[in-house]
């Protein structure tokens, strides 16, 4: 069983910066891909940013590009999300995702709020 918890979510003002964590527990992560996904309210959760265990690829959609930062730590089993230039519309629940062939492991979810 796979166990991740997010933390470093928050309120921030517009213009704002925060950094999430995601640490993850309860298995070897040899070869997983780790990324972040949100869902603001109403919406679909959507794909924020991917990145493998070497780090040697990374994604991010495009709203978040050149905003946005994943990092991860395999010694840690922690990925990280730095978030800079926080916009209204990035307001949402953010998860902590993991997965080899595909993200089959979740998060509870860290709410991270960007007032205008």
């Known amino acids: 069983q796979v166990q991740l918890v997010e933390s470093g979510g928050g309120l921030v003002q517009a213009g704002g910066s925060l950094r999430l964590s995601c640490a993850a527990s309860?298995?070897?992560?040899?070869?997983?891909?780790m990324g972040w996904f949100r869902q603001a309210p109403g919406k679909q959760r959507e794909f924020v940013s991917g990145?493998?265990?070497?780090?040697?690829?990374?994604d991010y959609a495009d709203s978040v590009k050149g905003r946005f930062t994943i990092s991860r730590d395999n010694a840690k089993n922690t990925v990280y999300l730095q978030m800079n230039s926080l916009k209204f519309e990035d307001t949402a629940v953010y998860y902590c995702?993991?997965?080899?062939?595909?993200?089959?492991?979740w998060g509870q979810g860290t709410q991270v709020t960007v007032s205008s």
């Open positions: 309860g298995r070897s992560f040899n070869n997983y891909f």
């Open positions: 995702a993991a997965g080899q062939r595909f993200y089959d492991s």
């Open positions: 990145i493998s265990w070497s780090g040697g690829r990374i």
